[in-house]
């Protein structure tokens, strides 16, 4: 695949050649003290010289030195916000006297979306999400409707967050295909230029679209090198040796007591988690009584009535509602969909108001495992994965 | 990349009540047909219905009716609930959602062959009298079938007149017990489990069908193993918080399992592990 | 005798019983009939036997001033009714009806006692059969109070 080098001024080039394909491009923007997602008009829009600094429970803006255009990590949000709403409607129903009829609310976004500046981990986070929403026994034409039209312009990461461990999950930094464009921003030698690679026909197509010179040697190798950088600076990972038996095995560990008394079940972690998938779907009628409307919104395992039944929640600890988060994205979905459900973005820690870090919580339990437990979930058989 | 059209799994079609009968005092079975007139899909015995109520919400319920009479779909209803309460108000005539049938169903291909021990507490009953349809229907497919029934009074036995039809049929035994019982009660008075020491079966070359609440399940099961039954001859159906049925949003989840995609119905031995942990 | 010997030999109370026990029991068995609605014993009266019953049902009842009888199980077909006789100081705590007309073999505690103190091996085993009786119990009346059908 020939890969070829865009000047900065290009960018605006390339949101103007999709705005002229009827795209609307979402892409990185500055909003209330962070970097979120968000329709952009121009390159200008970009948090241009930013960058982020991220910690256990803490996420503060920076000015770069430079003029980068992508010199940050991922911020609260993910590209679920619009694969995945947080809240759809379903359908609605009219009351036709003593029954009803339903009117199917057709979802389709106004216009196809073009997503710019997404990462490799986000990516992985995205295959994450087909593969629950799409290639299982049902499919999900809500998803389906977004994520197909959906123009992908990955970057690949030169920066890396406190809190990334995209590497250890084996999901980053470098985006290897299932995008349309991925483009490398390089700027050390001082000569501030992006290196575009197409993974699609229309990928290619649009960069025909684009005045360009043919990336060197040189070019590739400095991006490849970047990105590589990126990836070991990284200060945090999970050893995902045997993890889903480590889990299992640790159901009844002392540590899930531990992070039970710190974890306010805020359900912040699941709300930025690009993988987290839950819903709820709840009705929704007017005042006269005639009109009914099903609503799908984002739920979370960490809310107490998720599990409830009749008589009671299922999971009515904080202990029990952290377990079962992390046991699931780390543990069963390898069972229920083939992968881990973590693809190392490190939102879950940055974002939890008391810190709480998944690697670690992992690490402690990989340290003093209890696996003489009587009681053990390791003769799980799932039998259909 | 034009998506193929397929059905949305959300989507409910609409159908009307037939007729409500009242089996006990907060229990009701309702039966539905199709609105416009098209045939439901045909469904195993043990799948579930997501019934819509309009205006109040959506609720797994359990098919309660004949396998062979597909057309109509019966659903034995216990009021517990706003929702539950609202479906078994509903009137003939009334409109109702159905979306389904979802989930694996009872083995009852599997059962060919074999004697079949169907174990039902309380409103359990209702999930399993498919399987009851479906073997007297197909009587030389299987060996002895012994129903073993379990309620908390007389007064909430469903189903009674065709417990005492089944009990008729040959090579069936059906036996009633009441965790409490009045004077006038002749029958027996202990849990379900105690009626199995009268079940006249082959335990090596049986299969149980358990359904009713879940500290009743595992009593159940623990003691068909001890009776000689393999666990992965016993099959229970799980009950876990559910709002899709289709495996989108995640509330049913119970260890590596989707109770609605993966199951309700699961073998003991893959249930073993979990049964036993609190708060999984 | 010797058909009550064969029926306390197949009865499932003592299925893989040693050959020679049933024979040690027979001395202290007897037959008995008991007619609908009549009790086989009252809550209070001396425990001097335990039956083993061959036919029909057998309520186990708890009397209650205010209300009516309160029917706490049902016993059947190779059940065993009754294990006060087994431990001081040998009274009854329940009463027990005949609901459908019933036959027994009714084993005599005091003899059976007596015959367990001098063959400690006999003992033993009528301890193991009737504490997994006993446990079997226990776990079903817990089953019980748990009330698991009621709406909560």
């Known amino acids: 695949m020939t890969q070829i080098v865009l000047r900065p001024s290009q960018l605006n080039t390339l949101i103007r050649l999709l705005a002229d394909k009827r795209y609307e491009v979402i892409a990185p923007t500055l909003r209330d003290g962070a970097i979120v997602y968000d329709r952009i008009e121009s390159a200008d829009d970009l948090p241009v010289g930013w960058t982020d600094e991220q910690e256990p429970g803490r996420y503060r803006l920076k000015r770069r030195e430079d003029q980068a255009r992508f010199g940050y990590a991922v911020g609260p949000q993910s590209w679920k916000k619009y694969l995945h709403p947080a809240e759809v409607r379903l359908w609605s129903a009219e009351r036709q006297n003593n029954t009803f009829r339903i009117l199917n609310n057709e979802t389709q976004p106004a216009r196809p979306l073009a997503f710019l500046g997404i990462r490799a981990c986000e990516l992985a986070a995205i295959a994450v999400q087909d593969r629950v929403l799409l290639e299982d026994k049902y499919h999900d034409p809500i998803y389906d409707r977004n994520r197909r039209g959906a123009f992908i312009i990955a970057v690949q990461c030169t920066h890396a967050a406190a809190t990334c461990f995209c590497a250890s999950m084996g999901s980053g930094p470098k985006a290897r295909g299932s995008f349309d464009l991925a483009l490398t921003e390089l700027d050390a030698d001082g000569n501030h230029r992006f290196v575009a690679e197409a993974g699609s026909d229309r990928g290619t197509e649009v960069l025909a679209g684009l005045e360009a010179t043919p990336a060197s040697v040189d070019d590739l190798q400095q991006a490849e090198a970047t990105v590589e950088a990126a990836g070991r600076r990284q200060m945090r990972s999970i050893d995902n040796t045997g993890i889903k038996e480590l889990l299992y095995e640790n159901f009844n560990h002392a540590r899930w007591d531990d992070v039970a008394k710190r974890c306010l079940t805020c359900a912040n972690c699941t709300m930025v988690c690009p993988t987290c998938f839950c819903t709820s779907v709840e009705d929704v009628s007017d005042i006269t009584g005639d009109h009914a409307e099903r609503w799908r919104r984002w739920d979370s395992c960490f809310t107490l009535n998720f599990s409830y039944i009749h008589g009671g929640n299922v999971r009515a600890s904080a202990k029990a509602r952290y377990r079962q988060w992390m046991t699931h994205k780390l543990a069963s979905w390898i069972d229920q969909f083939g992968s881990s459900g973590c693809v190392g973005c490190g939102r879950c820690i940055t974002w939890c108001p008391v810190g709480i870090d998944i690697t670690e919580e992992v690490r402690a339990i990989r340290e003093s495992p209890a696996s003489s437990l009587p009681l053990s979930l390791k003769d799980i058989n799932h039998g259909n994965a | ?280 | ?152």
Request: glycine share 8%; charged share 25%; proline share 6%.
């Open chain 3, 1 to 152: 005798m010797e058909t009550l010997e064969r029926i306390i030999a197949e009865h499932p109370f003592f299925a893989g019983f040693e050959s020679h026990f049933p024979n040690l029991l027979t001395g202290c068995a007897s037959n008995a009939r008991f007619d609908e609605d009549t009790y086989i014993f009252k809550e209070g009266e001396e425990a001097n036997d335990f039956y083993l019953i061959r036919a029909g049902r057998v309520a186990v009842e708890i009397f209650a001033p205010q209300r009516k009888p309160i029917m706490v199980a049902t016993l059947g077909e190779g059940e065993i009714l009754g294990w006060s006789w087994l431990l001081p100081p040998y009274h009854r705590k329940f009463h027990a009806r005949a609901i459908e007309p019933v036959r027994a073999i009714a084993l005599d505690g005091k003899c059976l006692r007596t015959k367990c103190e001098q063959n400690h091996d006999l003992g033993y085993e009528m301890l193991k059969r009737f504490a997994l009786i006993l446990e079997q119990r226990l776990e079903a009346t817990r089953f019980q109070l748990l009330d698991v059908y009621a709406v909560r």
């Open chain 2, 1 to 280: 990349m034009a998506a193929a059209p397929k059905i949305d799994p959300m989507l409910p079609q609409q159908y009307s009540v037939r007729e409500v009968v009242k089996e006990t005092a907060d229990t009701f079975t309702l039966t539905l047909e199709s609105s416009n007139g098209t045939a439901a899909d045909r469904f195993h015995p043990g799948q579930f219905s997501m019934l819509w109520v309009f205006g109040v919400g959506e609720l797994p319920i359990s098919i309660s009716g004949d396998p062979a009479q597909h057309h109509r779909l019966v659903y034995t209803v216990r009021s517990v609930g706003q929702a539950t309460y609202a479906l078994v108000s509903c009137e003939v005539g009334d409109g109702i959602g159905v979306r389904g049938p979802f989930g694996t169903g009872w083995p009852v291909e599997q059962a060919h062959g074999r004697d079949v021990l169907v174990v039902a507490g309380g409103i359990g009953l209702a999930p399993l009298r498919p399987v009851i349809y479906e073997v007297l229907h197909n009587r030389e497919k299987y060996g002895r079938l012994v129903i073993l029934y379990g309620a908390r009074s007389p007064r909430d036995l469903l189903y009674r007149k065709e417990l005492t039809a089944w009990a008729r049929q040959p090579d069936t035994q059906v036996l009633v017990s009441v965790d409490y019982g009045g004077l006038s009660w002749r029958g027996h008075v202990g849990v379900v489990t105690t009626l199995l020491k009268f079940a006249r079966l082959q335990p090596p070359r049986s299969v149980a069908m358990v359904c009713g609440p879940e500290i009743m399940m595992r009593f159940v099961a623990r003691d068909l193993e001890t009776h000689g039954l393999a666990r992965e001859n016993i099959y229970l159906s799980m009950e876990r918080n559910m709002k899709c049925a289709v495996g989108f949003c995640g509330h049913c989840q119970y260890g590596p399992h989707f109770i609605c995609k993966d199951g309700p119905i699961f073998s003991y031995d893959r249930l073993r592990p979990l049964l036993e942990e609190y708060e999984l």
